[in-house]
C-alpha cells in the first residue's frame, strides 16, 4: 500500500534528523521509501514564539497497517529525543512525523485519524507533497492544489537538499 508521511522539526540539527528518520523508517520490515520532497523552511503552526521549522514529505509503499505504522513513527521519534506532551503541543520539537494518508483508507478511531486531520490546513506538507505528486487527491477532500489554493502558502520555501538517506528506491 501506498502511505505519505509528513516530517519536521525546528530544534538541533533538523535536516539531519529528518534524514536519520527516513534511514529508520526505511529499516523498517515491510516498509519501503519511495520517494522524499526536497525540504521547506516554514512558519511554526500553532505557536508562533519558536525557530521555524524544516518539513518534507516521503511516500513510502508499505505492508505495514496503519496503526502499526503510526507505532513506529511515534517510536523513531522517541528514538531520535521527542518527547511528546499535551502541555507543550505544537511547541518546538526535534522531530515529528505524521502518517498522512495511506492509500484511499479513511479512518477515524482514538488512535488515528486518515487522512490526517489537518493536513489539508498545511502548506508546509500540501507544497512538498505537491512537488512530487502533482495530481494528488486526499481521500474524502478532493485534490491537494485544490486545498492549497485556499490557504497562504507563501511562508513556505524552499531549503537546500538534505543529503541522500541512502534508502531511497530509483525510479
Known sequence: MRAWIGLGGNRDDSGALLVEALARLAAVPGVALLRRSAPYRSPPWGRQDQ???INAVAELETAVRPPALLRQ???IERSLGRQRSETTRWGPRCIDL???TYGALRV???ELELPHPRMHLRAFVLVPLLDLEPGFVIPGRGP???CL???DADEVAAVAPLP???TEQQT
Open 164 to 166: 541522500p538517506a541512502g
Open 108 to 110: 477515524q478511531s482514538e
Open 149 to 151: 489554493r485556499a490557504i
Open 98 to 100: 505524521d502518517l498522512l
Open 73 to 75: 513513527l511515534l517510536e
Open 144 to 146: 491537494a492544489a485544490d
Open 51 to 53: 525557530p521555524d521549522f
